[in-house]
Each structure stands twice: as C-alpha cells, then as structure tokens.
C-alpha cells in the first residue's frame, strides 16, 4: 500500500477544511513548495495536490503553484481540484504531473471524462468520489467542492465507467476528513468487494499508525494522510514503516 501525503492549497496556502467545510479552515503553511520538499526527504514517492480555490470555483487557480513543485522535487505528483477542461488537463500532465484526478466532472459529465481515460491512458486518471454515507452506509457522490449531495450512489457512478478500462479511484468519506477519527473502513471494505479489479486510494479520517496497518489489511492500493501529518500524530517516516512491516 502507498503513502500518499496531501497538500491542499488555498490561496497559495497549505491549509486542512474541516469535513471539507470552507468556513472552517486551518492554515498550516504559507510555502506549498517547502512541505512538499520535507515530504520528499522522508521517503515518500507520491504527493496528492488539491487546488481548493478550483474545487471551490469550478476553475483550475493554482496549476502554476502546482507545477512549480512539480518542477522542484521529484515526486511523482497526483492533482485535482476545478479540473473542468481537456486543456487544463493535458497541461499539467505535460507538465510533469502523473496523473490528474477529477472529481465533480466525472460525476455530471461521466461520457466525457470515459473518453479521457481512453485518451490519455487509464494510468493518467483518478476518479476523485467524495461521498456522505446514509444511514445504511450506503455512499451517495458529493460534488462541487464537498457543498453539493447527490441522489447517485458510488456503486452506480461506478458502473458507468465499467467499459473505459477505468483504474483509480479517490473515495472520500467527507464525514472523517479532517477529523482524525479514523476512516470509514466499512467503505472501504464494500468498494473492494464490488470493484476488486480497480486501484482504490482511501481518503478520510486518517489520525493513527493503527488507522494505516487496518486499510492496508483491507487492500486498498494507498492512504490519503493530510491533516495528521500537520498535527504530527505521525510521521511519514513511521508510516512508510508501519506498511513495511504490515506488509
């Protein structure tokens, strides 16, 4: 299982939302670049970029931020965040990043982001799904930077991106983020038996070491860390162990 720490930027700030509410916002840095160059000197491969001002706006803000550190580290860098046009997208992937992740897009125009995955190569694409559980744990897709619920359930956005060779998913339990509680195994244990096959990254809740090795028995292919990272719960350093030795 991956490591994938996460940098959020607003306002060409790292910051962490609460639940993924706007109004409750903690900054935690004011230079993107530099905790994304700590970040490498513990180990890690992977870095998860989300622009939030795009989530927010609909309209990718930071991709000069965002490539600036692609261009001074050597990560290999995920982004998402207000990715609405095949021009933003093919500029930040020719721009060094791996692979762009898209959200309320794939959710509201799914024919179109199949024909991206078809495009520019699976490997290149993450569906980023935010969910709100009900009751019966059923995910139902939120949208529009966490501010928007859905009637469309996971499983069935899912079944419409079966037959594009479709391999990475994002699912974020909006409930956990920022909470560091602990992720909604029941999740994600329900989006391994449905989709086996497809490379799913747990997003959410992620406050402990134990938190980590309890994904990692599920088989997820990574863990999101964000905000435990800022309130060093952990390092990365423990956790790249922690899999290691799970492992």
Excluded at 22 to 45: C, L
Excluded at 74 to 98: A, H, N, W, Y
Excluded at 235 to 245: D, G, P, W, Y
């Amino acid at each position: 299982m991956q490591i994938i720490p996460a940098i959020d930027i607003q306002s060409g700030q790292c910051v962490r939302l609460y639940q993924g509410d706007f109004d409750q916002t903690t900054v935690y840095s004011n230079d993107p670049v530099s905790v994304a160059k700590e970040y490498t000197k513990e180990g890690i491969q992977w870095l998860h970029l989300v622009d939030l001002d795009g989530a927010q706006d609909g309209e990718a803000l930071q991709v000069e931020l965002i490539l600036d550190i692609v261009r001074q580290t050597s990560l290999q860098v995920q982004v998402g965040g207000g990715l609405r046009t095949f021009e933003i997208v093919k500029k930040l992937l020719d721009g060094g990043v791996q692979r762009v992740v898209i959200g309320s897009l794939a959710a509201f125009e799914p024919e179109t982001v199949k024909q991206w995955i078809v495009e520019l190569g699976a490997q290149s694409i993450v569906l980023a799904l935010d969910v709100q559980c009900n009751e019966e744990n059923i995910p139902y897709i939120v949208t529009q930077g966490w501010q928007q619920q859905t009637t469309t359930s996971l499983w069935r956005l899912l079944k419409q991106y079966e037959d594009c060779g479709l391999q990475h998913i994002l699912c974020t339990d909006i409930e956990m983020d920022g909470t560091l509680r602990g992720p909604n195994l029941q999740l994600y244990a329900q989006c391994q038996q449905h989709y086996p096959q497809l490379q799913f990254q747990a997003s959410g809740g992620v406050g402990k070491l134990s938190h980590i090795q309890a994904l990692q028995e599920l088989g997820v292919a990574s863990a999101i860390v964000g905000k435990a990272l800022y309130e060093k719960q952990f390092t990365l350093a423990q956790a790249l162990t922690t899999v290691q030795n799970a492992g």
